[in-house]
């Protein structure tokens, strides 16, 4: 059982489309990472929200943290094809027994198509 | 250029043989992890090092061993690989085991035959 689930899995779009993804937890987040993982390449941090309600944007994506630490979205406009990648969401989960553990939601896949 | 260094990328090997992964890192960072990634699974924890000579069991360190005599590596052991062993392994490493967030290697992709 995934303790951060994300969706959608698999998003493919346009060029220039909109799309969010989502995280979940049924747990609160601490605090929350979004990285970005290209193939053959290991995940890069893009961003790391900590205060509920808290939105950070990093030029086309806009990060945004629930109010209650329990859920996050990264929402990217006008999708390039250089934004094509796994994006992954993790956190230090309270139940995993150890806050030094970064547990790692299962990512969604982004293609952007020319 | 500050990076996680990881070697090989690629192996391939034979159950029961033992092998040894090696990562580095030179950015003087107290926190190492490994991490393997399977299809429909994600990124999992295999075990992670708070400093020089303190290592801790992730989510799945059965059939793994690492060791940290210095700061700046932290090899992942297989000693008798099976085929179950087969993934993709990441090294990371971070200032302070969260913030400012993980540095990770460009993987190791293992096949055990």
């Known amino acids: 059982t995934q303790l951060l689930e994300q969706s959608p899995q698999f998003l493919s779009i346009q060029e220039g489309e909109n799309l969010t993804v989502y995280c979940n937890s049924s747990?609160?987040?601490?605090?929350l990472q979004w990285y970005r993982q290209e193939p053959g390449e290991g995940p890069v941090l893009l961003v790391t929200?900590?205060?509920?309600?808290e939105v950070k944007k990093l030029k086309r994506l806009t990060f945004q943290f629930g109010d209650a630490r329990k859920d996050s979205s990264l929402h990217i406009t006008a999708a390039q094809p250089g934004d094509t990648g796994l994006y992954l969401c993790?956190?230090?989960?309270?139940?995993?027994?150890?806050?030094?553990?970064?547990?790692f939601g299962s990512g969604t896949q982004l293609t952007v198509l020319p | 250029e500050a990076q996680v260094t990881q070697n090989p990328r690629y192996l391939i090997t034979v159950t029961g043989k033992k092998l040894t992964v090696t990562c580095s890192q030179n950015?003087?960072?107290?926190?190492m992890s490994w991490y393997r990634q399977d299809p429909g699974l994600g990124l999992r924890q295999i075990y992670y090092?708070?400093?020089?000579?303190?290592?801790d069991k992730g989510d799945v360190p059965e059939g793994y061993k690492v060791s940290r005599k210095e700061k700046r590596n932290f090899p992942l052991i297989l000693e008798s690989p099976s085929p179950n062993q087969t993934s993709l392994y990441f090294c990371?490493?971070?200032?302070?085991?969260?913030?400012?967030?993980?540095?990770f290697g460009s993987g190791t992709r293992l096949t055990v035959v």
């Open positions: 990371a490493s971070s200032l302070s085991g969260y913030f400012p967030g993980y540095t």
């Open positions: 747990s609160v987040f601490s605090s």
């Open positions: 929200v900590v205060t509920g309600g």
């Open positions: 090092s708070m400093n020089v000579e303190v290592t």
């Open positions: 993790a956190s230090r989960i309270i139940s995993s027994g150890s806050a030094r553990q970064l547990t």
């Open positions: 950015m003087n960072h107290e926190y």
